[in-house]
């Protein structure tokens, strides 16, 4: 599936979600009635999810108009206007809130981002998203990272290997284990988390893509760092936070991968006001 497509099944559910049989305050206002609204960011944000905005209004009535003054992975200052909405006054009081639903989350996931980025800017290390997303906004959430300038890790469980403690207590040693995984799919990005530099000597050794150093110290990815020498890809993952990053960006690992880029969100405040 698309991610136009996406897009127009998200707003569907969501306006079923939301309205379900019918907006019973919106059917008090005269079909005729029109209103003409902006809609302003109370604060700093980096804005994403225009195009899921758009569809819940047109969905709801095609002749609502929008004019955005901005773009997905715009830069957006606080108070300030970010796009006209006006049409008729019952379509638009029902799409209102899903739309808002999608543009503050998907803004919350762009801003968050960008401020990892921001934080490494100087370094060549890049900010990864995770599976940890909200269930049914996957593909919208990744879509955000980017918008906040990170890269995506595997989108699901189906387009990249990632061979963790169990799967390696259930399949065998990690040079089993990847062998299998690349007669199975040599297209595939492999990658095995390792626990200690033992099993990243492992890992290097099976010919892997990408070694996930789970909750290594600062130390302990300095030392894979000079243990690797290049050879493969290192992506440091757990309890990631914005004071810590730097730090950890600055060892020399490629990726740092951050769950709460997509979990722990905060919405943005946006607000749709009537002139």
């Avoid at 387009?159 to 199975?184: C, P, W, Y």
């Avoid at 530099?197 to 300095?222: H, M, Y």
């Avoid at 493969?232 to 936070?241: F, K, M, P, R, T």
């Avoid at 905060?266 to 749709?272: E, K, Q, T, W, Y």
Wanted: charged fraction near 25%; include cysteine; glycine fraction near 6%.
């Amino acid at each position: 599936m698309d991610l136009y497509q996406l897009i127009i099944n998200q707003a569907a559910n969501a306006l079923d979600e939301d309205v379900g049989s019918g907006d019973i305050s919106a059917e008090l206002i005269d079909a005729e009635t029109c209103l003409d609204t902006e809609l302003l960011v109370r604060e700093d944000a980096i804005l994403c999810g225009c195009q899921w905005f758009d569809e819940v209004f047109r969905q709801c009535d095609e002749r609502i108009n929008i004019q955005w003054h901005a773009q997905d992975g715009d830069r957006l200052n606080a108070n300030t206007v970010v796009c006209e909405v006006s049409g008729p006054a019952r379509g638009l009081l029902t799409a209102e809130r899903s739309a808002l639903n999608f543009l503050q989350t998907l803004s919350g996931t762009a801003t968050l981002t960008r401020s990892y980025v921001d934080k490494i800017k100087h370094t060549d290390c890049k900010i990864l998203d995770t599976r940890k997303t909200i269930p049914q906004l996957r593909f919208g959430q990744k879509y955000a990272v980017v918008c906040g300038g990170g890269s995506n890790h595997r989108i699901g469980l189906f387009d990249a290997f990632l061979i963790k403690e169990n799967h390696l207590a259930a399949s065998g040693s990690i040079a089993k284990t990847v062998a299998r995984a690349r007669q199975m799919h040599p297209e595939k990005l492999l990658e095995v988390e390792i626990e200690n530099l033992a099993q990243l000597q492992q890992a290097i050794d099976a010919g892997v893509d990408r070694s996930l150093l789970d909750n290594f110290s600062i130390a302990e990815t300095k030392q894979a760092v000079e243990l690797n020498k290049g050879r493969i890809e290192l992506e440091a993952s757990g309890n990631i936070d914005l004071e810590s990053v730097v730090e950890i960006a600055t060892t020399g690992v490629n990726y740092v991968s951050i769950g709460s880029l997509t979990k722990n969100l905060r919405a943005i405040d946006f607000s749709l006001r009537y002139r």
